[in-house]
């Protein structure tokens, strides 16, 4: 069967579906020493090598892999850094001719679960709205906590060019200058879980993601260390996602 040479390369670990469309566009990518276009079908078992930036690659099926990172404050979410900052990429385990590829990101200020995976089209699901995964985050917040507020961030707020809003908002310790809430969202947009609690005069002054869909952050994996999952999570990862 036939498929768009986007995905089959994504799925072989060598970026995310978005990076190998911009590669393919500047035509970075030759297939069987052909510039490939965007789009365009092949079958994997016809691909006898690709030159990805000038570097020949023998395309091989990799065994999928997810870890779980339990991200610091202070780390950034990208493979490289301008200014030399500490990523989250540098401590996670080397693989062969494949990349770990990051499912959603969280900002230099955010702690707590990550997740990462060498398969493509998996990371593509998992960050797609469409899949409604659910997001679940600890916050502490500063500020005067009213009813009305707690509405309007469940009845939703417009940020950017969409509605943004919490699936649940639980108070985990009443009657604090400082308080702790367990929220929950269906989306992953840049700094929403900062930005909606603003849209009510809330500042969040600790941010940690404890679940992303069917992944639950441990208790006992450390700031800065990263997990494995066995292959019966990551079958159950897969059926959230109906792959």
Not at 123 to 146: C, D, N, T
Not at 207 to 233: D, M, Q, W
Request: charge should be positive; aromatic fraction near 8%; glycine fraction near 6%.
């Amino acid at each position: 069967m036939k498929e768009k040479i986007q995905k089959i390369l994504s799925n072989s670990g060598l970026g995310s579906r978005r990076s190998i469309e911009k590669k393919i566009r500047n035509k970075l990518i030759k297939i069987n020493g052909k510039i490939v276009l965007l789009g365009e079908r092949f079958i994997k078992k016809d691909i006898q090598y690709i030159i990805l930036n000038n570097k020949k690659i023998l395309l091989k099926t990799d065994i999928v892999k997810i870890i779980i990172y339990n991200k610091p404050i202070g780390e950034i979410c990208t493979n490289k850094d301008q200014y030399n900052r500490i990523t989250v990429f540098k401590k996670l385990p080397k693989l062969i001719d494949s990349k770990w590829i990051s499912i959603g990101r969280l900002d230099m200020n955010t702690s707590g679960l990550l997740l990462f995976t060498n398969y493509g089209e998996l990371a593509y699901r998992l960050m797609h709205p469409s899949y409604q995964i659910k997001r679940e985050y600890l916050v502490r917040v500063f500020g005067k906590i009213s009813k009305k507020k707690i509405f309007i961030l469940k009845q939703g707020i417009k940020i950017g060019n969409s509605i943004s809003k919490f699936n649940e908002i639980i108070n985990l310790n009443y009657q604090k200058k400082n308080q702790w809430f367990k929220v929950s969202l269906l989306q992953g947009k840049n700094k929403e879980v900062r930005l909606l609690w603003l849209s009510v005069g809330i500042q969040v002054n600790r941010l940690i993601r404890i679940r992303y869909g069917k992944t639950v952050l441990p208790k006992n994996l450390k700031s800065g260390c990263f997990l494995e999952l066995n292959s019966s999570a990551i079958n159950n990862i897969f059926n959230s996602v109906n792959l």
